[in-house]
């Protein structure tokens, strides 16, 4: 007999046949006479009643049904007599394919911690939390994809292997298979790196964008959607040391173009998790209320997580440049009392996260986006403006989150690239390929970059970042 999925039993359409169920025992209990099997199999949130009638059968067959269990079950769906499901199935005969032992199986039918969740990464899943979070991060990722192809958009795969550091940050991993016990040294008695695998030094990509341009500059309009990996020590609810990030990069957009395809492709992922991850969202919208009744009245968030999503659809993302933020800033009222941790002086001041988040939660209410940034602060890469201070730079921000993307319109002029990577100390001889691209058929272009786990964050609401990806990599932890 063919695996019926929960999913397509709870529809109701095979009511009356016999049925093949297998899945996994969320929680067992009874009676003298009957016991009632809650069981899931991934593909909904919901749980499947299963109602094992003892004179039907046998008890000692029902021992080893404890939470966690994986069992195969024939019986027949019919209508719920009790409340709280419209449908059950009534069991014939019950296999135990897995038998999860109660006194060792960590999860228990009750509330775990979160952190006590990402030390069982491994058997998460089987939450309804990490269930509902891991089927909406595989919505967001085919609506992602969705997005950019109904756009004509190609997706290209930039390497993970590179030789450079897109942002020049220096915080990379390096690749390498020589032997740490025995490093080949040159004549200066440095490491030899022409004896290592790829003959130079290499790392673990930080972002797919300086090949994307490339791509951009033939294929017009493209997008990346790889892991990326950043070596910094930031141990935040919000940083991860392996993300995945979204990079689109576009020929012959401007800096407003840019910001347009940012808020529209964060607003279509929003309506596209509404509309197909109804009833995940449901259950998180309501985990999230109960979260909220044990919070202090000022650290609770004004709108649940469905109306906060709505709520972003339906506004407007407020531009602005960093210097009308600096201004709103610096006479705010947490800055005149000294609240913030970093206050803010003057312009030139780089923008902390407790500056990102007063502008859009307190000030604006709403997702903001921040451009015309001052180019000490930012990447080599990014189009200088006229007044020679600015660079055409823009993060977009979002409550609750912070920086949610970054991007900019590119430097596309080969004399103002080159000057801005020698006053940055960019090395020119190992760009050569980037810079030949100001040479060859030059044009005006512009991309950014959406961190995708941020961004499952905001969807799902939950308020740390290691529980929106399966196995997270932070400083200290690449356990699984
Ligand atoms: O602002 P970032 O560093 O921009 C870039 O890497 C550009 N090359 C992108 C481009 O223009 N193509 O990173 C982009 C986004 C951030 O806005 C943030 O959402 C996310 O990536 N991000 C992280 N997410 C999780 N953990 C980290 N450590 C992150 N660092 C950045
Ligand atoms: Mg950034």
Same mark, same amino acid.
């Given at each position: 007999?063919?695996? !019926? ?22 929680? @067992? ?146 690749? !390498? ?42 294929? !017009?309009?493209?997008? +990346?959607?790889?892991? +990326? ?84 659809? +339906? ?62 602060? @930012? ?66 272009? !512009? ?12 969807? +799902? ?20």
């Amino acid at each position: 007999m063919k695996r !019926s999925e929960i999913k397509s039993l709870l529809s109701g359409e095979q009511v009356g046949e016999e049925i093949l169920l297998k899945g996994w025992v969320r929680t @067992k209990r009874g009676s003298k006479n009957v016991a009632f099997i809650a069981m899931n199999d991934g593909t909904t949130i919901n749980n499947i009643q299963v109602v094992a009638d003892l004179s039907k059968i046998d008890e000692s067959a029902l021992e080893s049904v404890t939470t966690g269990a994986c069992l195969a079950i024939i019986g027949k769906l019919v209508e719920s007599q009790g409340s709280g499901q419209q449908y059950e199935i009534e069991a014939d005969s019950i296999e135990v394919l897995g038998a999860a032992h109660p006194d060792e199986y960590p999860l228990q039918p009750k509330k775990h911690s979160l952190e006590f969740l990402r030390e069982n990464a491994h058997l998460r899943f089987r939450t309804n939390t990490f269930s509902a979070i891991n089927r909406i991060r595989h919505a967001m990722i085919f609506g992602i994809h969705k997005f950019f192809n109904d756009r004509g958009f190609y997706n290209i795969h930039t390497p993970i292997i590179t030789g450079s550091d897109a942002e020049g940050a220096g915080e990379t991993f390096r690749v !390498s298979n020589l032997d740490l016990n025995n490093l080949p040294k040159d004549e200066e008695g440095n490491i030899d790196f022409r004896k290592d695998f790829f003959g130079k030094e290499t790392n673990l990509t930080v972002s797919g964008q300086l090949e994307a341009e490339l791509a951009a500059m033939a294929l !017009s309009k493209v997008y +990346t959607f790889g892991p +990326t990996f950043r070596a910094e020590n930031s141990n935040t609810t919000r940083h991860l040391a392996e993300f995945w990030m979204i990079e689109p990069e576009v020929a012959f957009a401007d800096l407003d173009e840019n910001m347009d395809l940012g808020e529209a492709l964060l607003k279509y992922l929003i309506q596209y998790a509404l509309d197909n991850c109804a009833d995940d969202l449901a259950f998180l919208d309501s985990r999230l209320i109960e979260e909220e009744k044990n919070k202090k009245a000022e650290d609770k968030s004004p709108m649940a997580l469905i109306e906060k999503l709505k709520f972003v659809l +339906t506004n407007d993302f407020v531009r602005i440049t960093y210097t009308e933020a600096i201004d709103i800033l610096r006479n705010s009222k947490p800055n005149k009392k000294k609240k913030f941790q970093y206050l803010i002086e003057g312009w030139g001041a780089d923008l902390q996260s407790e500056h990102e988040r007063f502008l859009v939660e307190k000030h604006f209410k709403k997702p903001v986006i921040l451009y015309d940034y001052p180019k000490e602060i @930012k990447a080599f890469y990014m189009r200088q403006n006229e007044d020679g201070k600015t660079v055409r730079a823009m993060d977009i921000l979002f409550p609750g989150i912070g920086e949610m993307v970054g991007g900019s319109q590119r430097e596309e002029r080969l004399e103002k690239l080159e000057q801005r990577m020698a006053e940055m100390n960019v090395p020119k001889e190992e760009l050569w390929w980037y810079l030949d691209l100001r040479k060859f058929g030059t044009a005006p272009h !512009s991309g950014f970059g959406l961190g995708f786990e941020r961004l499952v964050q905001f969807v +799902t609401g939950m308020g740390n970042i290691r529980d929106v990806i399966p196995f997270p990599r932070t400083p200290k932890n690449a356990e699984f």
